[in-house]
Structure formats: C-alpha cells, structure tokens
C-alpha cells in the first residue's frame, strides 16, 4: 500500500516538474517571445488605426492614384481667397465613392471651400439659381459667394468615353472628377479668361474633340473666324489660331494679321506639308523670319521617331516655358507629317527667333511626297530642321508672339488621345504662355483600363532584343552550367 502510495506521489511530482519545466524551457520562451511581439503589433495596429481615424488620415494605394489631388490643384486652391461653395447633386443613397473621395479632398484642402450635398429630387429648382442646365445625379455646381459666379459640371462630362472599334459601343475609358473641378473652380475666380478664335475659309483643320474638351477644362473659349469677310481681327481676341490652311490668304487678309499682330496680338500656326501655293501665307511666316522647307520629314535616328514609323518624329523638346511642364513630365512630342523650318537670315533687329522643337541631324526631307521608297534619295534635303519655333517681335514696347508647329497631325486625335504623349499638354502650355495665364490646368485623366504603352523605334528594338535573345540565352547558359556540375559530381 506503501509503495502504491508512494509511486502515485511520485507520477504526481514528476508531472509538475514537467509544468514547471515547460515554463521554463527553450519552447516556452519561444513561445512566449513570440506571444509577447504578436501582442505588441497587434496593439501598434490598433493604435495607429485609431491614430488615423481620428485624424482622417488616408492614403491612396490605387492604380494611377486615382484619389490623388495633383500639385497643380493644390496651389490652385490654396491661393484663393474667395469664398467658395461646391454642390455635390446627389441623392442620399447614390453617391460614388469615387466621385466623393475627391471632392472630400477640395474641403479638406483650404478652409475657403465648403462642400454641400444637394439632393436634386429634394429640391429641385435650386440650381435654375446660378446656370440654366437640367442637372443630373452626382453632378457638381461650383458657386463663388464672392463674385456670384458659377459653373455646372455634368456627371458625363467626368466620365471620358470612348467607342470599342470593333463593336463601335461606347465604353467609359477614365475619369475626369479632378480635371472638370479644378477647371471649374478656375472660372469662378479668374476674370480675364483668354479668348482663342480659329481662322476659317482656307480649308484649315478642324479641331478635333479631345483638344476642344481640354481647351474647355482650361477655360479657353473658342470661336471661329472668318478673315475673310471682315475688317479687322476682334479687339477681343487673345490668340488667333490657323490651323494649317489649305488654299492661300488674299494680301487684304495677311495685311489684317500683321495689323493685328502689330498691336501685341499673338498668333499660333500649323502646317500641312500637301499644301502647296500658299505664296500670301508663306509672306506672313517670312516677315517673322521662318521659312518652309519643301517636302516631309523622315527621321534616320530610331531614337527621333515612334514605332517603325520613321515620319512620326520623336522631336528633341527644347527648354522654354512653353515646354517646361512636358519635359519635366518626361512626356514625348510626337509630329508625324512634318515639314522642316529654317531661320532666315537679315531679319529686323527686334526680332527674336527660339527653336522649340528639332530632329536629329540625320533627318531628311523628302521632296517627293509620292515617292516610293522612304530611303534618302538624291534631291531630298539634309537636316536638321526645326519643327517647333517661336518668333517674337518687340517695337515701342509692345511685344507680339509667333508660335509655330510645322504640323497639324500632331493635334490629330489619333495623337492627342495617347496618354504618353504630350502633344495635348504642350499646345495648352502654349496657349498659357501667349494670354499670360499664371496656372496652366493640365490635369491628366485617370484611366480605369490598361494603358497602352508607347515605345520608340530603337526602344522597341532594345526590349525586343532583350526579350527575345539576352534572357532567353542567360537561361540556357544557367541549364548548361547546372548540367555540367551535376555531371562532375
């Protein structure tokens, strides 16, 4: 009984010893460690979640930062001083989350603004107030208390939509919440906004829908002029822009222009290399000291040009004020049909001649437009050329601006449509330029699909190469290697 007794306290004993023991040991501390640090992150998480909450601090994790407000909003609405109040049109309910995200950002950014939700469907007469628009769900109406100026943004004019090209059904491609706002916010607290009439009657090109609709984001507005039938250019016009005429001007017309430009009007030029006769025209460009070089231009460098496409020139962007936003987006300028412009020599004192965009030196210019082959032939002109300048005259004070692109394809939508390419944002910098605007609104559009990727000639090739021939060598070269030590073994 002694022994039975005995061996029971001992199975007892050994069995604390053994709780003791794992308190004790190597596992436990293990164990207890790592308790201990999961319970601390734990605790750190919720700290900094309630931290973050308080101060509804959020951070933009999605792609192309799509709740992100720009720099250039940001000095936009930190300088005003107006008092600002935006309507968010939405019922109760029906809000997108997008949409809200961004304008939450505005209120948040200076305390001149005021966010309101307006339910349409609650009260429906209160927008006939400031603009004369049927309103729409998750629209917004920006009112300056200020000056009593408004501006109506639809809901369709943040969506950007585009058409499949095989289907031909629309589709909404990105979106435009930043853009559409800040533009709008601009209106209201800016007075002299620049005035753009388009010359007409000489089979110019029409501006296309996507350069009209930035035009409109940065408040440009636009109206069409026939110089032909009038007397004189409009006292109200900020820029005048031809956009390569087909057919010649008559002297009265040139003369009106020079008339104009004489009194410190600015004037923006494109060229088409088809057109031919224009001997009135060509004068103008001659009296700021630009000549046309016969032909189209083709570049030799696969660094200066898009694709295999040795016309669409990749030109070098020249530092300018007029360039400086694209180079420092590391944006490209695309100018497929291009002709070649050469300084004359013996102009005026007061005029100044400034290249904006060049080819490479191995740019040729084709004088047979028909020719069959894009090889460099005999009678074909050597380069460089520029493809971009600005000519600008000062006289008893008054400063007038000629700016040309010696192609109107690279306003095409063909080309403004491509994200990675500049061409958008260098006419609207140019335009900010010649009116004097301190803010150029050039907000990109948040794509909510893939973008395309654009890769020059010698970019294509470099990548290929890398892809087709170096990565799959290095792989082989790694299999051969592995054999040859296995093998040894």
Known sequence: MNDLKKNESNKKNNFISKIKTSFTGRKFRSGAYATIITTIVIGMVLVVNLFTSELDLKF??????????????????????????????????????????????????????????????????????????????????????????????????????EYDTTTYEPYTSAVDVEGQISAAIQYVTTTDLPIMYTVEGHGEFAIGETLTSSLEKQNVTVSSLSTLTVKSIPEDCSILFINAPEYDYTEDEVTMIKDYMAAGGDVIITLDFTAEGLVNFSSLLAYYGLDVVEGVIYEADAGHYMGSYANYLAPDVLSHSITSEVISNGKYIIVPGASGLTFLDNTRSSLTIEPLLTTSDEAYSKTNINAETISKEDGDIEGPFTVGAIATDTYNDITTNLIVYSSAYMLDESMTTISAVGNVDLFLNTISYLSGTTSSLSIKTRSIIPEQVTLLASQKFFWGTIVVIVIPLIILVIGIVICIRRRRK
Do not use: W
């Open 60 to 161: 933009d994790v999605s792609a192309q930062d799509m709740y992100t407000i720009t720099d250039q909003t940001t000095e936009l609405v930190k300088a005003i001083d107006d008092d600002i109040t935006m309507y968010y049109l939405v019922s109760a309910g029906d809000e997108l989350d997008m949409f809200e995200k961004i304008i939450e950002k505005y209120d948040a950014l200076s305390s001149n603004i005021t966010v309101v939700k307006k339910d349409p469907v609650l009260y429906p007469k209160f927008t006939s107030q400031f603009v004369e628009d049927e309103v729409t769900e998750n629209s917004i109406l920006i009112v300056n208390n200020s000056n009593g100026r408004a501006k109506y943004v639809d809901y369709q004019d943040m969506l950007v939509t």
